[in-house]
């Protein structure tokens, strides 16, 4: 049976450096987060980054707007921030509202604020491995789980299921450029299980419960869950069938308490990073 890769511990040991760092610094980094989207997981999510902040000693701005938020007032938010040298990082929580310009507002951040890693420039970066100034949480908390447990990627294959541009794509970016041979799969992919079967690190970021059955789990892989969909008995749960995929892998996370600590873990680690940068 797998072993559990405990994300919640590795994720409170990040936060637990980071804090104690925080403590020599002669001012406080602040992370700007907007919040402009009615999503109750959106306001749960942002409701998280603000209360870890806070036990680390980062200070949060939150901007919530309701649906009357024009495209030209978001933007001259941005241009504020971008000039406020008090601001280290700007965060948007995605999805904004159905009439807003979702890639002009992300274009607009500084990349130097960008602390989600999301501006082309970072993208770009990291696509051409040339150190961008943020690398996208979820993928960057997935390569330091991997590395907390010892997995080595050169040479491994690795199978990326789902290619949003939020996870999967610069996590396939990400393991390429740490020397792991990454198929990228999606929902058009013919024959999903007989990739995945190849996979010796088998990563699912779909929203799709139960996608990822034991049948097409290769014997002894790493099995990383992105997933998290909140069933209506309000449990929240992955992409993997986690009873029987445990049986098949080596070393499995759980939903939760897997990826999504180690999420906000590197959301904090990012802004003191551009703190530092901008300091
Ligand atoms: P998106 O909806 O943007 O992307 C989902 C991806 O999954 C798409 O590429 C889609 O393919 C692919 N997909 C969907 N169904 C299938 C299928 N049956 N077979 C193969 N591929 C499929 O989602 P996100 O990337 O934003 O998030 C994915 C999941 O990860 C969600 O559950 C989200 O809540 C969670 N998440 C968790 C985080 C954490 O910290 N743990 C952080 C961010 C997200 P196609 O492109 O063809 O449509």
């Known amino acids: 049976m797998a072993d559990i890769i405990d994300g919640k511990r590795v994720a409170d040991n990040i936060c637990k450096k980071l804090k104690e760092k925080l403590k020599h610094e002669s001012s406080t980094p602040t992370l700007a987060v907007i919040l402009a989207n009615n999503n109750s997981a959106s306001k749960i999510y942002v409701s998280a980054k603000e209360k870890k902040s806070s036990q680390i000693g980062i200070k949060t701005c939150i901007y919530r707007f309701d649906s009357s938020i024009t495209q030209g007032n978001l933007i001259k938010l941005i241009h504020e921030l971008n000039a406020d040298d008090s601001v280290n ?13 979702q890639n002009e507002i992300l274009n607009i951040i500084d990349p130097k604020k960008d602390v989600d890693g999301f501006h082309p420039i970072n993208t770009g970066r990291l696509c051409s491995n040339l150190n961008p100034y943020a690398i996208p949480c979820t993928p960057k908390g997935i390569l330091k789980l991997l590395n907390e447990y010892g997995i080595k990627l050169q040479g491994k294959n690795v199978v990326v299921v789902g290619r949003s541009n939020i996870v999967g794509k610069p996590l396939a970016l990400l393991l390429t450029n740490h020397d792991a041979t990454v ?34 789990v290769k014997k002894g892989a790493v099995v990383i869950d992105v997933g998290i969909t909140r069933q209506l008995d309000k449990k929240l749960v992955g992409d993997v069938d986690f009873e029987k995929v445990k049986n098949q892998a080596s070393l499995i996370t759980p939903v939760p308490g897997g990826v999504g600590p180690m999420t906000i873990a590197c959301l904090m680690e990012n802004t003191y990073e551009l703190f530092k940068l901008q300091n």
């Open 89 to 101: 990082g700007i965060l948007v929580q995605l999805p904004l509202y159905k009439h807003l310009n």
């Open 183 to 216: 198929t990228l799969a999606h929902s058009k992919t013919k024959d999903l299980k007989k990739i995945t079967k190849n996979a010796d690190i088998l990563i699912s970021a779909t929203g799709h419960p139960k996608l990822i059955t034991a049948d097409m």
